[in-house]
């Protein structure tokens, strides 16, 4: 293991690294971002903008079905779009750029992993926000680069949390800080969609329908697929900033998932 006296965990080194692969690989990072994290949520709103009428007839009908339909959803496209980002990110970080062929191989031999963990986590955290905030904040940063460990490396699903508790030790004052900057900045990204919203088309708490008009939805598409795709990008720079932290720069070494 490589000696980490005289290293520690960069938060431009992340940040410069999500930004390389998204200039280096936009085909993947945005494309997959759009398709498969913007789109499926976008088509459930037209959908449901659509069938508004049928549902209001019983609106507690129309928030269970929305709720289970979104969530299915919203899991079935974040195991899809992490699992393609993570395999794009780490093989920018060895000096390879990968096909959209190649992750999307792994993001679906991967998918079912993913979701597991993805359940897990989310579920673990919930109760810590519920067990007064803070348990949550802190499971959540221990085990902040979970999912990209499911995807790259061969650990199984309670050894990746084990593995996301190892790479994580000894920096997560500095994780927290890299997530309060990236709330920070999503923020700003839904307050200017919001913004470019109202100007560009106006707003009416009487007719919710115009949500649904194409300039909103086209803003809605940009808003997502960027945070889809920085947000995919900025955890898995994470988990390789800490995995060479902890065990030294793998430059020439592919991902276990090629083995």
């Known amino acids: 293991m490589a000696d980490m006296k005289d290293r520690s965990v960069s938060i431009g080194s992340v940040f410069s690294r999500a930004f390389g692969v998204m200039g280096n690989n936009p085909l993947v990072v945005f494309g997959v971002a759009l398709v498969l994290g913007a789109g499926p949520q976008i088509l459930y709103s037209v959908l449901l903008g659509t069938n508004r009428g049928v549902l209001a007839n019983d609106p507690m009908q129309a928030a269970v079905i ?91 699903i309670f050894g990746a949390f084990n593995r996301a508790q190892e790479l994580t030790r000894g920096a997560r004052w500095t994780i927290f800080g890299l997530f309060l900057l990236i709330f920070l900045i999503g923020l700003g990204i839904g307050l200017v969609g919001v913004l470019v919203s109202t100007v560009t088309i106006g707003f009416s708490y009487e007719n919710p329908a115009i949500s649904s008009s194409v300039p909103a939805l086209a803003v809605n598409v940009i808003v997502l697929t960027l945070a889809s795709a920085f947000s995919s990008a900025l955890v898995t720079s994470l988990f390789v900033e800490l995995r060479e932290w902890k065990d030294g720069p793998e430059d020439s070494k592919l991902g276990d998932i090629f083995a």
């Open 66 to 156: 929305g709720g289970l339909v979104v969530f299915l959803i919203s899991m079935v496209s974040r195991s899809l779009v992490s699992g393609c980002i993570t395999r794009a990110t780490v093989a920018y970080s060895q000096g390879h750029r990968a096909s959209l062929g190649e992750c999307l191989g792994v993001a679906l031999r991967r998918a079912g992993p993913v979701i597991v963990v993805s359940l897990l986590f989310g579920i673990m955290v919930m109760l810590g926000l519920i067990l007064l905030i803070v348990p949550g904040i802190m499971l959540a940063v221990m085990w902040s680069v979970v999912v990209p460990i499911t995807v790259e490396e061969r650990t199984g």
